[in-house]
């Protein structure tokens, strides 16, 4: 089955950098789908971080642009987050999903890496 598995989480103090990897297994169309980053802080709603279509068009949320890199390895079928310049509020349990179910989701979630800032 397929399987998406965040990891590089962890703690850091404010202004340190972590770098983040979802790797998926077993999608077959991996290089067509649409990968999202998303964060959930404990208390507040899932929030989109950074996007990366299949032609590598990327999008970021507000909080995170510029500190925030995403990218991609079709190959390896990895997406990164590359995260800089940390805040406080950039707590949260980071999670991947992947491929777009064609109804505003996405078909593949992985279980989510932890980041706290400090």
């Known amino acids: 089955h397929v399987q998406l598995v965040e990891s590089g989480g962890g703690s850091v103090q404010a202004g340190g950098s972590l770098k983040l990897s979802c790797v998926a297994s077993r999608v077959m169309t991996f290089d067509t789908c649409t990968v999202t980053w998303y964060r959930q802080a404990p208390g507040k709603g899932r929030e989109p971080v950074s996007t990366?279509?299949?032609?590598?068009?990327?999008s970021y949320g507000e909080s995170v642009k510029g500190r925030f890199t995403i990218s991609r390895d079709n190959v390896k079928q990895i997406v990164y987050l590359e995260m800089s310049t940390l805040k406080v509020e950039d707590t949260a349990v980071y999670r991947c999903a992947a491929c777009r179910n064609g109804v505003g989701g996405y078909q593949h979630w992985g279980q989510g890496t932890q980041v706290t800032v400090s």
């Open positions: 990366v279509a299949p032609d590598g068009t990327i």
